[in-house]
Structure formats: C-alpha cells, structure tokens
C-alpha cells in the first residue's frame, strides 16, 4: 500500500504525506473508514500520525502505545517514533532534515485545524499543501463509509426542542445580522437536533455537519438513515437534511453571499473550511473557543439532571451487583478483568433502557491498573483476579435520559499501610472536591488544587485531568468545561455542567487507584458578597472503606461518606432484592 | 492653575490633557513633585485621573475615594467622576463626547505604558500625541525633585554583589548578542546595585534609571547623594553614575547602535520609552512580563531568607510588647488607633536596625476595619479603641536585613457566635494555605482557592488578592508573583518566593478581620512524580485564640497552629522580659 501512495506522490510531484488520527469531525471515536493511518501502518492504537515520503516512512505515537506499535510496525519498514523520548525527532524536524524548501509535503485539509496547517506552514521548509482525502482512490480495499440508524431523541430526554435551543443559541447576537454558524462536531450537532446514531463506537453520533441559521438548520447527514420519527421531528423544527457529501460545496456556496455571517469555533475549523472562507468579508470565530452551541450544551436542563440521576440510579443497581458478584466469586479464581466487565454489562441490560457502554470497560487488577487506560479485550489477554491488592474498575453506561462514567478501586486483601495511605489520600481528594463551594467565574483549573492536594502532602501526583465534562446520552468526554491543573479552559463551572470527579494514583509496576464520581454544579447562595456555587454528586455507587485511615480522612471528609453512604442506601435499596439489599447496608455502614 | 493648563493647551493647539497619579518609575509610592494631579485638583488620594480640557475638567477616582475626593474637589469646579458607578463615563468616552477627530489630547509619555497609549489612541476620536513633562513650567509652584542619601546595601544583607547578579540575570541569554536591559523601576534597580535610598514614603530606593549590559551597568541617579561606600563599591562592581535627567538622551544615544539588542519589560515600558526604541531593529520585551532582573530579585536568596527570618524576630518581639500594651491598657479609656499604631513604632524603634515602617501602619477599630485600607493619621481622625469588638492591626517594618508585613486581628470582648465563625473561617484560610504543598510550575492562582475556601463555604468572600510578593528591604508590595483569584501573573511559586498570605473579611458597618503571615516557598521533596514544595512561615507574632472555633478550625489546621505557636513562644520568648515571657505563653497556650 505504501508503493501505491508514493506512486500517488509523484504524480502529484510531492514529496510527503502527513496521516493522522482523527476524522473530518474531531471526535474521540473514528470510523474504520477514516482509520487510513492504521490501515497503512498496522498500527491500530487511537493516536498516532503516519508521514510517509518517497523513500521513508516513520510514525510518531506516544509512550502508551510504544510497546504495541513496536510490535505492530515490525516488518513494515516504518521507523516507530517515541514521541517524549530524548533524541526522537518531531515531524517537523524530521521532514525537515529530508526535504528542503523546494519540495512540497501533502495533508488532507479536512484533517487539520487551521492552526495546526498554519503551524506546519511556518515550521516545515517545504510547500504545505492541503488536498481532499485521495484515498478513495489509492486504497480501494479501504472500509466503506457506513450511516447507522439515527433516531428521534424525544422532547421528553432532551427537555427542549431544536427551536428553543436555536433561539437560545442566538440570544446574544445581534438581530440585524444573519449569522450561520458552522458546526463540524457530531455531537454538537445530535444535541442540536435532539436526534442519536451510532455511526462510530461508545459515542451515540451519527456522522453529519450543520449549518446553523437563526431561522433554519441545515443539516448534512445521510437522509436514508434517519427513522422515520425523527424525520418528521425535524420537518416540524425546520431542519432541512442535506447529503452528508455537499456539505464543503453548500459551504463554498453560501461564501460568497454577502449578506451571511459566518461563525465557526476555533476549535473545530479545519484547514479546509478555513480555506473556504479566506476571503469572505463576514467570516470569524465564534467568541468562545468551542463555540457557543457546544457552551450551551455543556449546561444541562433540568429535565437532562432528571435524566443523569435517573440513570446513575440504574447504574448503581448494576454497580452493587457486580460489586457483590466480585464479593462472592473472588475465592474461586474463575475471575478475570474480561469477564468481570461481561458481567457489568449483564448486570446494566437488565434495565430495557441501557443503550450500550459510554466507553471501553476498564477493569484492571494490580498492576495493570497503573497503565491509566488499560483495558482487556477477552479472555485470553485478560489477568485472572485473585484476593490480592487492588481491582479497579472505571466503566460507564448510556441511557436515553443520561450517561454515566464511574469508577471504584476495590481491595481484595489485607493492604499494606502504603496502600492504605494511598487509596485514603485518592478518596479524600474526590471528597475535598466534591464538597467544594466556589464563586461565580471560577474555573475547573482554580479549584483542581483541592483534589490533589492530599496526594501532593505525600509527594505523590497523577498526570491526567482531575474532571471532563459528561454528554446528556453522548460523549462521556465532552467540554468545553474540564477540571484540570496543566491548563485554564477558561470556561467558568456554571449550573447545570456536569463533570467528573477523579482524582488517581498510579505506582508502576504494582497498583492504580481511582475513585471517580460524576458531580453537577448547583446553585449555593447569593448575597452581597456575590453568586456562589457548589456540587451535587450524581453517582450512587458504595465506596469501599474497609481500607480507609479514618484519621487522614479527617472528620469532614468522613461526614461527607458516611452522608454520601447513607443517600446511596437509600435510594438503591428499595431496587434490589433482600439480600443484595443486605450486602448494601454492610457496605454503607458509617465508618 | 487650571487656567495657566488651559493657556498651555491653546498654546500647543491641545484640547485636553490626561494627568494621571504615577511617576515614570511606575512605583506604589510618588515623591510630591510628581503629584501633579494633587496639585491641580487639590485632591490628594493616591489613585485618580484628572483631565482638564479648554472649558471643563473632571477626575476620576475608584469606591475607596469617593468620600475624600467630594470634598476636596469641592468649589474646584472639577467634576468628579465615581469609577465602577452605573452612568459614570469613563475617560475615553467623556473625552469623545467632548472632542471629535479634529482634536488633540496630551499626555506625558513617560507616565503612560507603551499598552496603555496603544489603547488610547484606538478609543479615542482625538489625536493622541505624547509630550515630555511640561509642568515645570507652567507649574512653578510645583515641588522640586529630591535625591536624598543612597547607601550601601551590604553583600552581607544582599548576599550577592552586583557582579554575580548581573551573570544570573545574563545566564539564560545568547552569549553571541550584546543585550542591553532597560530598567526604569527603582526597586529593580535598588537590588541589582546592592542600594538603598529614601526619595519616596515607605519603599527604601532612589530615583533611577538603569541601563544593563553583560559586563557593566549604567545607572542614571543623583551622583551627589550617593555615600562614598555605596560609590566606591559600584566602581568596583563596574557601575557607571550619569545624571537621573540624561537616561532619555543616553536611550537615544544608544539606540542607533544596531549591534545592540534592547530588552524592556512590557509592563513597565512608558509610551516615551517605546517610541525612543520605536525604529530600532533590535528592540524586544522581555520573555517575562516584569522582567528578568523583576525575576531574579523575587527569588530569595539563602543570606536573604536569613535576614527574613531575623526581621520577623525583632519584628515580632514589638509586635508581642504591642499585644501587651493593648491588653493592658484598653479598660482605660485612653487607646486609640494612632497611639497604639505609634507605641508599636516606638517598640520597634528599640531595635539600632529598625529602618521605618514599610507602609502606612492600619490600626482600625470594628467599623473601621471594613475598609481594607483605613489609615488614622492623627489622634484627632482616630476612634478611641475600647474593650469592644474587634481590633485590626496590618503593620511591617523595614531592616537591613529585611522588610515584614504582618496583620493580627484582636478580639476586645465576648464576641457573637457569626464573629467567631467569621474569624475561625479567616484563620482557617490563612492556615490551609500555609500548609499547603503543590508541585513545581503551580502558580497562585491555582492555590488561592486553599485560603478561600472556608470563606466560600459561609458564602463570603474578600475582594483583595490573598498574597503579594514582599521584597527584601524594599517594597512591601513586590512582584512578579501573586496569590489571587482574579488573575493568573503565569510566574510559577518557586523555593525563594517570599509573599503575604492575607484572607480576610470585611462587614461593612461592623467589623473587618484580617489574619496575615508572610510564608517561603521552601523545597518538600522530589521522586518519581516531580518536584514538590511547600511554605515555611517567617512571621512570629501569636495568633489570638479566645475567639477559635475549635471544630469549625478542623484537627489538622488546630495542629498547626499549635505548632506555630510552641515556635513563636520557642523563638521570642528568650528577648522578653519575665512578665512578658509568662503572657506570651499564656497566649501561645494549645487549643
């Protein structure tokens, strides 16, 4: 395949191609059809970009995947870049060192954002040359395009219809303008239509792109695919349904009416759309970075808070029951990670509205649990788990009315005082956050100190986000709010944003620990000294506490768990059966 | 006066001039021969703007002023301007209301930034154009400059000589440039030539200028009121004296030499500066806001932090004498706030190394403290203080050695259970962030929430920020770090950073409290996760705890302050008196 695409290099007399990740939607999730970097390399991890030239080719990916990649890329003749390691080129500078400023280097203009194409263009010697995807053509053998059913997401889930939000959308828009804003993001667009497919894995998206007016959507997506409900929903909400091909020409179109203001967010405007757009007189940037559809979606209705308590309810049901089913099974050695995580979704589709995983199921015992986003596939690659250590499970669900993301680090032993330190410090971080009160205009970046400040009392730190943003029955990582210390998302937490709360710890070689529930902002008070807010936690899953140093847990934070305990009993109790409801107070018990 | 600026603005063909409070070294303090602005207004609080155009003129000054500037502009038939009042015009609006793009306004370039010139002359339909200071003239009643004595300050106070500064503040450069650094702030230039002086209250330096190369330093000062140590050590650290008036003239001089490459902070580069440099190919600002030499002299050294910790002992003997005296004497009717604020100058002075106050003393009795910069400058202005309430006290010292700052807040009586709490929520703010440990690059926009929290969580708040940096005999208010809520300084808290850690809070009509200790951030540990730091606390002044609610406080923050406390008592004890000694250890009882 290689051959084929140098082949396609001269004739287009360029010298190299750049093949990343991602689709022309940015999304966690891509689609076999775009996955053309894993299909050229063999290299099937979610991150990497593949840069092929005449005579070379080379992958860059990061230290998660150096182990897979190595073994993945042997025999091909791609050189593995470990991305971070001392000595290892960037691609810039690596194009650079082969190719001098006479050549010319490919990218598919759909691929990049802006920024990247223009960060390329001032670092790389060569020409920068966005193209449309070629490879329709080089690869026949590629995956077709897939379009899934796409289903109506009812009033009665989503709390408002397309009309509403529109206006909501527009409300701070000047009214003498007409502004289209350009969305590219699937699940922007889902949440903006209330509509649901299943187009790429554990996102609840149907591939499409929206043109969005103060009167009308536009909306580019296949047509055949839609139920027939949601078909007559959008009629009655003024979305007209485009071929999900048209939608760079109806762009090219519409550039060159005058009257039209375009917005696009930051974030999400490809190279190629920029390009569209260069010169037309009404075209900016949306004035939050993400842009103001997916703001809005951010803050939740009071009909999707329903929704997530309703399903962190059902999600409980299930969580006890595999809690219990560990409980009683652990002695036998029949367990392992994969089964385990088997067993979670048995346990969800006993309700008829699970509506699948919101991400790959992590269950991961001992030391594989160091590795923040190990997961096992089946059996045979999955560790049996014995009465030793830690297990910890990080696994969420889909519901119509809410998706859920949780997860428990469960001992099976006796634990070492180390340990126990540990997982006390990890909980008494998810704790100290989740009682957290804040004043308007605060951001995740400016109250993250409080989840990892008794880890860092132990020199001890993790390097991921401590909160993501959580979609209303879609992406289980969304923004544009995060809760994190490496960066300022600079969007505030407002009422209504849901969010992760997970604080971790992972020592190499020998444990991970995360204790992660979902929290909602609320509102606290108001007064003379200003607005201020606090969290409600949605998840209603036992923490374990049979390895908690009471004494570092401190009083309030131990208030807090028994209290959070007492609420779990309480409201997942009267859904199980007695002696499941048994099991449950014992582990509610106050500490 | 007005009329003779008016005379000078039809002269030049101006319509307005804008008259700000600063000096062009962008200092806290202004010798009164820049207070311009006081002189032609009459009034004389430390922050306004004047502008005066051909028929009118107006002022515009922030909350803390209204009350002083009404009266002190009264019969002036200057209008005042309240900022932050609904209706209020700002300047540029009031000034474009007035005068159309044909019209011109003035203002001294060397008393605006570079930044805010820039916005000027977008905003407003005038021309701007930059003039140098014309009040000698039209002003000669206007004081005259002074240049009082410049001293040596010693390496065995500053640690280091001029010359090892000067290869620090080079180190990260090019070798292969001749780099010149602009200087035009005087405390800068005070700590990179191992000097003090005394022409402005309160902060220990001396007008200056300074032009900093590799392998030399000129320094623009009045030669004459140099001390023969001080000039015989600079020709040994190779300083060159030229006159305070010729910077200008040498910037220009030097500003032709294309070998050279100009460095100027970008928050202290005046318009007049930037538009000497404007032509210049090799003009830049500095990688750091504030730059680099701002940098450095935020980082303590170790002979520094020891002068630190030998200040906040003195410091702290006259503050446990001054505690005494109140008790003691407040049944006797005879206290007020100046008196108590002089009797703790006239402790302090006690000590031969005592160099001045390092900023106005604030004793504020109950109501008073509500402002959280109330100063009673006289008996008369002052409130009787009696066994009632609260009593705020925000003072510091200089010595050689070092400057401190230190707020207590006094208990005169019983005191309602919303005070205790109030006061117990401040001191657990102030505690919390003392004891907080964070890891290398976190800055304290990211820890200010720490101190905020049990604040926030009784849905109160301060408006100030929680921490400033605090200079080594010089300003009392020092960059380039901060800790605060409403913004990021981006400069990262390294081991060296001396600041202030002050939540507060203020009752309007009732009572403000304020509890402050300085804190240094030291080196906690480094392994596998990163480098990690913490505080160490300089100040020794005894806590009161009458007023305490213990379980409000939490164990771990009632532990430390125990332990602050057997230190304070460990540490001051041995330089009292016997009767002294006994009520020290009543006060640094345990709770």
Known sequence: MLTRVRAYLSAERADAIIVPSNDPHFGEYVQKHFCIRALLSGFDGSAGTLVITLSEAALWTDSRYFIQAEEQLSGTGIHLMKMGVDGVPDIVS???????????????????????????????????????????????????????????????????????????????????LRICRILTRCDDIMWLCNIRGSDVDYNPVALSYALLFRDKILLFACKEAFEEPALKYLVSQQVEILPYNSFYDVCEKLASDDSIHFLSPASSTSMRLESIFADVKHFGYETRTEGEVAYRKSIKNSVELEGFRKANLLDGIAWCRILKYIEDNIASGTLNEHSIAQQLVAYRSASPDYSGESFEPIVAFNANAASAHYSAGSDEEAAVVTAQGFLLIDTGAHYPFGTTDTTRT????????????????????????????????????????????????????????????????????????????????????????????????????????????????????????????????????????????????????????????????????????????????NKCRPI
């Open 94 to 176: 690596w194009l650079n060192e082969r190719i001098d400023s006479g050549g010319t280097v490919l990218l598919d203009g759909a691929l990049f954002s802006a920024a990247e194409y223009v960060s390329y263009r001032k670092s790389l010697n060569a020409r920068v040359v966005g193209i449309a995807d070629p490879f329709d053509t080089i690869l026949p053998e590629r995956e077709p395009l897939y379009f899934r059913p796409v289903i109506l997401h009812e009033e009665t889930y989503s709390g408002l219809s397309v009309t509403a939000k529109r206006k909501m959308i527009f409300a701070g828009d000047r009214t003498d």
């Open 410 to 585: 469960i001992p099976l032993s006796e634990l070492t005082s180390t340990q126990i330190a540990d997982y006390t410090a990890v909980l008494k971080g998810m704790i100290e956050l989740s009682m957290a009160t804040f004043v308007k205009g605060t951001t995740g970046y400016q109250l993250d100190i409080l989840a990892r400040q008794p880890l860092i009392s132990r020199g001890r730190l993790f390097f991921h986000g401590t909160g993501h943003g959580i979609g209303h029955y879609l992406c289980v990582h969304e923004g544009p709010q995060s809760i994190r210390m490496d960066r300022d998302s600079g969007v505030a937490l407002l009422p209504g944003m849901v969010q992760s709360n997970e604080p971790a710890l992972y020592i190499e070689g020998e444990y991970g620990i995360r204790t992660e529930n979902v929290l909602v902002v609320e509102h606290f008070t108001e007064n003379e000294f200003g607005t201020f807010y606090r969290f409600e936690t949605l998840t209603l899953v036992p923490i374990a506490t049979s390895c908690i140093d009471r004494e570092q847990l401190g009083d309030k934070c131990v208030e807090w768990l028994n209290n959070y305990h007492k609420r779990v009993y309480k409201k997942i109790a009267p859904h199980l059966r007695d002696e499941e409801a048994i099991w449950l107070k």
